[in-house]
């Protein structure tokens, strides 16, 4: 398998690493949207989020937080984003499951153009609530 984010966990040399064990790797992103924008990926190879087993969930996150936590004193920030991307149509380049951590500054823009949709009389809130506890099982 010709992975990236497999091929950083099985070396032993990042300039970026800042976690290992033997279930979650943290290093930075070497393009990132803020300085320390740090990425968390479970050793597995999961594609994306979907993949990944739900009982495996609870440590992750938990390490994911814990990570997130040193990011945001780390980098003096006042917040964070904590992004997945999952599937090509939301962005995802690498096809390994990963969080993005994101420092973030007031006024600093990362996010400046997002084109937030209002629902109205014909898209309901109330439609799309339904539709997905449809989903729901
Ligand atoms: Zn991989």
Redesign the pocket.
């Known amino acids: 398998?010709d992975?990236?984010?497999?091929s950083i966990?099985n070396k032993d040399e990042h300039e970026g690493m800042i976690f290992r064990d033997d279930k979650i790797v943290s290093f930075l992103d070497i393009r990132p949207l803020s300085y320390g924008h740090t990425l968390v990926v479970p050793v597995a190879?999961y594609t994306d989020f979907r993949e990944m087993p739900a009982d495996l969930m609870a440590d992750y996150f938990a390490q994911l937080q814990k990570i997130a936590l040193a990011v945001e004193r780390a980098t003096e920030a006042h917040g964070f984003n904590i992004i997945c991307n999952t599937g090509i149509a939301a962005s995802q380049s690498v096809?390994?499951l990963h969080y993005h951590i994101i420092p973030r500054y007031h006024d600093d823009e990362v996010f400046k153009r997002l084109n937030f949709k209002k629902y109205d009389h014909s898209i309901t809130m109330h439609s799309y609530a339904e539709k997905i506890k449809k989903q729901l099982f």
Do not use: E, G
Not at 3 to 6: D, G, K, P
């Open positions: 398998m992975c990236i984010f497999c966990i190879h096809f390994h």
